[in-house]
Structures are given as C-alpha cells and as structure tokens.
C-alpha cells in the first residue's frame, strides 16, 4: 500500500495512531494523536532526547515546530478529502514560553481551506491550555503540483 | 537553541546534527543534518519530514546568534518562519548556513538557508528572531 492508501485505511478505521506510525519522523519524536470531542490532538510526549536547554531544562525549540507542523498535516489528513500528502509551503512559529520536560499538546484550526492551499493555524500547550507554549501557522499545497509550464515568448 | 553553550544539546544529537563552522567574525554558523530513515515524513518517497529541517534551522540560526554575542548569554527562540522551496532529495544530506545579520541588547535576528550542497539552489529558508535573555535565567 502507498502511504496515502494506508492514511485513507486509518482513517476509514478510525485508527488514529497509524497517522503517527505510518510516518517514521512521528515515530522519532514519539507523537500520537487522538480525538477528544470534536477536536484532533495530537501529543508529543516528553523523552530526554527532545531537550534543547538541559539547564532549564526546556524542550528543544525544533520539537514543537515540529509538533505544530505535525499537529496541522494530522488534521488535514483526518478532516480533508486529499488524495496527496499535504506539502508544507511556510509555517510560523511563535514560542511563547519555555516548555518543561513535560507532555506538550496540540491542536489545530483550518482557517480557510482552498482548492490548492489550505491555511491552519495550531496552538501547542503543557500543563495550562489556556497559556500555550507555541502557536503556529502553516500553508500547505493540497493539490498535486504539476511542472510549470515554460513560458511562452 | 543551538550550539555554542558549551554543552551537549540533547535533541541536537539525536538529530544527528554536525556543526561544520562558526565563524564569529561574519555571526554565521554552518551546520549539517545527515539524511538517516528514523528522519523521514513520507516512506514512498525517503524524503526527510520538515520536523526535521526545522531542528537543523533553528539549531544552526541559534548558533549564528552565539557566535554574534560578545559573551556567552542565554538565548530563545521568539519566532521562526520557514518556508519549504522544495523537498530534499532521499539519500541526501542537509546542510544549513545561518547569520545573525542584527543584534541589539534584548533581540537578535538571523536568516537562514538550507541546502543539499548549492546554496544558490536552496531547499528552504528562514527567518528568525531570538531573545538575548540575562544570564539570571530566560526572561521574555
């Protein structure tokens, strides 16, 4: 099966966890994803290799990027009919606060879904949802791209 | 964060990150992330998942910061875009080039470029903002 034949699997399953495990990064990281309500979360649960400041301690800034990131092609894998894998063009970062070595949530917003992008905004939080420790927002491709065609003289 | 405090960054290492330069003349810093199977987003096609660009940039952007100070202080991230020209290729090594190009007492600002081995030909780039905190511990 190719990678997007098993997310579509996971999804008609409702086997969340294969989103994550079908990706071998989110494997790394140790991500998982679960539905609460209505709502996608994704968790990255705390590991000692995520660390970027072991005298804080605080988690390593590129790990809640990538949480963030994850959290919103998670969400569009779930939400969206996409027949491709949805391609990151830019995402944004804030970090608000340090994030301990503690579990980190996220969650993710569709804010608009186009035809070919589709924007996503994602809030990312440890103990207190209500003081995230990032927030980010992503654009992605939705669409298979095609070669541009050559400019005609 | 990146290199520079003088000691290991955990998630740096599990990255597998190698610093390659810090030039503190021009504040730039050069890294490399080297393709390994744990790093991949999509298993058709062996390309490396964002995630994992995304530790390299803000790791080498963070060391650019570093090699900016006149002495060693605590620094964070504020933010971080990044915008993904083109996938890596599978198989391939990363390499990544950041400068701190301004730095006042409180903010520091760097722009970064990752690359297989052309920086004229890059993968993706970025633009950071990171906090000069005081030594007594993160402030923002």
Redesign the interface.
């Known amino acids: 099966m190719t990678l997007i034949e098993r997310l579509a699997e996971a999804k008609r399953t409702g086997d969340l966890q294969t989103l994550c495990d079908v990706v071998p990064y989110s494997r790394f990281l140790g991500l998982s994803a679960r539905v609460d309500g209505d709502e996608l979360i994704t968790t990255l649960q705390f590991a000692d290799h995520l660390i970027g400041n072991p005298a804080l301690p605080a988690l390593h800034g590129g790990t809640l990027g990538a949480l963030c990131e994850s959290a919103a092609i998670f969400e569009l894998l779930w939400r969206a009919e996409t027949a491709v894998l949805p391609k990151t063009i830019t995402l944004t970062i804030d970090y608000l606060r340090s994030a301990g070595p503690l579990d980190t949530y996220a969650r993710s917003i569709v804010t608009r879904q186009g035809r070919r992008v589709t924007n996503v905004h994602v809030e990312a939080w440890q103990r207190d949802r209500a003081a995230p420790v990032a927030t980010a927002h992503a654009i992605f491709l939705v669409m298979r791209e095609e070669p541009r065609p050559a400019a005609s003289s | ?1 990146g290199a520079g ?1 003088g ?9 597998g990150l190698r610093v390659v330069g810090i030039e503190r003349a021009q504040a730039q810093a050069t890294f490399t992330l080297p393709y390994d ?8 096609t062996g390309v ?5 660009i ?6 080498c952007s ?1 060391a650019a910061v570093f090699a900016a100070l006149a002495e060693w202080q ?1 620094i ?9 020209l083109r ?1 890596g290729e599978p198989g391939r090594d990363i390499a990544c080039r950041a400068n701190c190009y301004r730095i006042t007492r409180n903010v520091a600002f760097t722009r970064a470029v990752a690359y297989h081995d052309d920086e004229a030909d890059p993968i993706a780039t970025s633009m950071g903002t990171f906090m000069i905190a005081t030594k007594a511990g ?1 402030k ?1």
């Open positions: 964060m405090s000691f290991v960054i955990p998630y740096n290492a599990a990255l199977a744990k790093l991949v987003g999509n298993v058709d490396l998942h964002g995630g994992a995304t530790g390299l940039i803000d790791a963070g605590p964070a991230t504020l933010d971080l875009r990044i915008d993904y996938g993160v923002k």
